[in-house]
């Protein structure tokens, strides 16, 4: 489950930067997790709930936006989402690595991201004397 060292690190970051401001508290964390990560939603939840306790974090919801996968042909410049299998075996959809013009061999242009897009955060009042 390397879910948990993904929110692991992405939490770490998070903490990092927000030891440069006056929060109070966090109320949303939104990532950006390509489709090519396999990374499971709702282990990335899971993790992140556990990860937090005790941290700004903590009680903030995680928004996951997912990245398509995308190609690009090298062979006849074919740019755009990749086709996918569809199979009753699988919960979900496997990209197919080609070109879906000419089966030609492609770049892969997008659908492996995996970072925080932004935090919605509640600062802290600072004190005036």
């Known amino acids: 489950m390397h879910e948990v060292s993904v929110i692991s690190n992405m939490v770490d970051a998070i903490l990092r930067e927000l030891d440069n401001y ?4 966090v109320e949303t ?5 390509g489709d ?5 939603d709702e282990q990335l939840e899971f993790a992140y709930e556990i990860v937090t306790r005790g941290t700004v974090l903590e009680g ?5 936006e997912h990245e398509r996968v995308a190609v690009k042909c090298k062979e006849c ?4 989402p990749a086709e996918n299998l569809e199979s009753d075996f699988f919960d979900h959809s496997i990209p197919v690595i080609a070109c879906p013009k000419c089966g030609g061999g ?10 925080v897009r ?12």
């Not at 090519?36 to 499971?40: A, D, E, I, K, Y």
């Not at 903030?60 to 996951?64: C, D, G, L, N």
């Not at 410049?77 to 755009?80: H, I, N, T, V």
Request: hydrophobic share 40%; net charge negative.
């Open 22 to 25: 006056n929060v109070e508290k």
């Open 29 to 33: 964390v939104n990532i950006l997790i």
């Open 36 to 40: 090519l990560t396999s990374l499971g």
């Open 60 to 64: 903030s919801e995680i928004v996951i």
């Open 77 to 80: 410049g074919y740019e755009g």
């Open 106 to 115: 492609v770049d892969i242009t997008a659908g492996q991201a995996c970072r």
């Open 118 to 129: 932004d935090l919605s955060i509640v600062e802290a009042e600072q004190c005036t004397n």
